[in-house]
């Protein structure tokens, strides 16, 4: 096991932070569990992502930040209009063209405050 980047998780958002040296995460994409608990059961992270956008941005700065996560899980019902979760697989999928995920059917599928490097190591 590897320590995470100082300060864990990095960027605050709607979620709990748990086991940093756990190798799953856990995002929602509009729905809540109980993150507490989860983290508890011994993920690392696990909390919504509502945009796919900024929502975004924050779990991959995470994600990245902590080389002991491996495997992200992502589950719950889409927030209507924004799509995280399927922008989520487009970026994986076709990554991004001048700042626009490829491929991505959400409203504003925008990342611009992630550098090149962190979205090809996410």
């Not at 109980?34 to 993920?43: H, K, N, V, Y």
């Not at 992200?72 to 076709?94: D, I, N, R, S």
Request: proline letters at 3%.
């Amino acid at each position: 096991k590897k320590s995470p980047a100082s300060g864990w998780p990095l960027v605050k958002g709607d979620f709990h932070s748990g086991d940093a040296n756990s190798c799953v995460a856990v995002v929602t994409f509009g729905s809540h569990l109980d993150e507490e608990g989860i983290c508890g059961a011994g993920a690392a992270m696990c909390g919504s992502c509502k945009t796919e956008n900024l929502g975004l941005e924050k779990v991959i700065a995470n994600y990245i930040a902590n080389p002991n996560i491996r495997f992200m899980l992502g589950c719950g019902t889409e927030v209507k209009g924004h799509l995280a979760g399927q922008t989520m697989m487009a970026l994986h999928k076709g990554g991004i063209k001048e700042g626009r995920v490829v491929g991505a059917e959400g409203a504003i599928p925008f990342i611009e405050n992630l550098n090149d490097a962190a979205i090809k190591r996410f």
